[in-house]
Structure formats: C-alpha cells, structure tokens
C-alpha cells in the first residue's frame, strides 16, 4: 500500500496455492480481494504465452481487510478466468460484489490465444468472456456468481471515481457478431438492466474505452464522487482509439457516456496507425501541473 506522496506505507505476503495467473485485483472500501484462479503458468507451454488452463487447479477468491491483521478469507467458485475486473464493493449485507467477464475453458483456450496472437489460432472464434457476477461473503466464505449478459465483452471500465464503491455503470469492448471480428462498445446499467451498444464495425477494433468526467463532475483525483459536484455517475465521454484493420488506420473517437448510441461527438483521424490496444488512461491537466518539475 503507497500513500498519496508515493510511500510505502504497508507491504504483505499472501500465499497462494500455485502459479495462477493473477493479472488483476480488487479494491473495495473495505476490502482486498484476490484472484486464485485456474489459467496457471507453465513454462513448458507453447501456444506463445507461458500459460495454460488447469481443470486440477481449485479455482478460488481470496478477500483481505485493508486494515488490520493480513487473514485472506479464501471462497471456492466454479471454474473461470476473470483477467479484467470492472469493479468491487460492498454490498448493503457486507458482501463483496465482483463484476467482470468471465471465461470457461473453451473461451480461454481460443479467444484470448487467438486475441494475443498465438501460434495455432488463427481462426477467428465464436465464444469468449461473458459480464458475470460474483458475491462473496467474507464471514462465511461463500459465494455466489451469475451470468449477467450472453454477449461477448471484455476491458471493462467505470467512471474510476466510483471504484470500489457500488457503481451502476459499466463500460467495454464488445463482439456483437457470430465471431470475434465485429466491434462495439458496450454500456451496462446495473440499476435497469439496460444495455447499449455502440458499433464501430466491421474489421475496425476499439481499445478499452476510458470514462472522462464533464466538467463540474466528481473527477475521481480529488476523491470526488459523482454528484458531489451536481453530476450524475455517467455525467462524462468515453474516448477509445479504433483501430481500423482494412486501412491500417486509426482514429480517437470521442462518445458522450450518457448515450453511447448517438453519433461520435469527435472523431480525430491519427497521423499513423496506432497498433490496436488493450488498456488506457485519461490523465488531467492538474492545477498545479505548470508549477511541478
């Protein structure tokens, strides 16, 4: 744990049952929460990245307090990948609430090696992660998960002012079509159930799209929370940049976060391709920006 000048403050062990890939956590107000699940690494794999599926690896959560003694309450859950966490929190019981795409064994084994370019995976895929819930309860260490949406989806993001506290939107890439090569940005209302899409088409890949505060919202920097300004949590843009595959070319493609349905409010044709992304991050231009070194 650093604190906001960049200092150590607190700095734990945490054993694990193996070598799981953990390419993500979680954070809640209260809580640390941990991924302990069956993609593991194995150097002897050959497909191109160093990892692989274990049906013998016992898939698991682990959930921390922040504060206080280092206990890991460890809860067993069904089988599934989860690389990318859209966001954690307490629910009103107490309970820790996980949302993200989930993948089984069949999505792991050819869209994410087909994502990442892998020897043998050339084939564009018909299934991959799905929006999947689940909650945990740290004093009985049981679980509970459900799917959320059949449609394929993965980089999740949220308004990050939010983050770790219960959100009702959620944001990512989306594979609308038959197969993983028809493209969308995807919005979730968890209060409605709602969805939108937004498709960016044929052959022409966004990146994780990245939620940027309108003016007079909670910016998420000053430990502002939306409407603590008079904002609403999707009071804001996403901004992702589209790589288009048929032109070798690429644009940055500016949505208003209320209705990602609506025509782009920009779209900034890029001087060179950009090579299609996977993470992003908006940072602002800070008061004290022109002062510092």
């Not at 990892?51 to 069904?78: A, F, L, Q």
């Not at 599934?80 to 009103?92: F, S, T």
Request: charge should be negative; charged fraction near 25%.
């Amino acid at each position: 744990m650093a604190s906001r000048d960049g200092h150590i403050v607190r700095e734990e062990t945490i054993e694990g049952a193996g070598p799981s890939l953990m390419h993500d956590f979680g954070l809640t107000e209260r809580h640390v929460v941990w991924l302990d699940l069956p993609v593991v690494f194995d150097p002897a794999e050959r497909s191109g990245i160093p990892y692989r599926w274990s049906d013998g690896y016992r898939p698991r959560i682990g959930i921390m307090p922040r504060t206080g003694p280092p206990r890991v309450t460890w809860c067993e859950v069904e089988p599934g990948a989860l690389l990318h966490i859209a966001n954690a929190y307490e629910d009103p019981a107490g309970r820790v609430v996980i949302e993200g795409p989930r993948y089984d064994r069949t999505a792991w084994e050819t869209s994410w090696k087909w994502w990442t370019g892998a020897p043998g995976h050339a084939a564009v895929p018909l299934v991959g992660s799905l929006h999947h819930r689940w909650v945990l309860d740290p004093a009985s260490g049981s679980a509970r998960e459900e799917p959320l949406d059949d449609l394929v989806t993965e980089f999740p993001t949220i308004n990050d002012s939010v983050l770790g506290r219960p959100s009702r939107y959620a944001y990512a890439v989306a594979f609308p079509g038959s197969g993983l090569e028809e493209y969308a940005l995807v919005k979730y209302d968890a209060a409605t159930g709602a969805r939108q899409m937004a498709p960016t088409g044929p052959g022409r890949m966004p990146g994780e799209a990245v939620f940027v505060p309108a003016a007079g919202g909670g910016d998420g920097y000053a430990g502002e929370a939306p409407g603590d300004r008079g904002g609403s949590e999707d009071d804001g843009y996403l901004l992702t940049i589209v790589s288009d595959l048929r032109r070798d070319a690429s644009e940055l493609i500016v949505l208003d976060a209320r209705d990602i349905t609506a025509a782009p409010i920009a779209t900034v044709e890029l001087p060179h391709r950009v090579p299609a992304g996977i993470h992003g991050s908006w940072i602002p231009d800070l008061p004290d920006a022109a002062t510092g070194p």
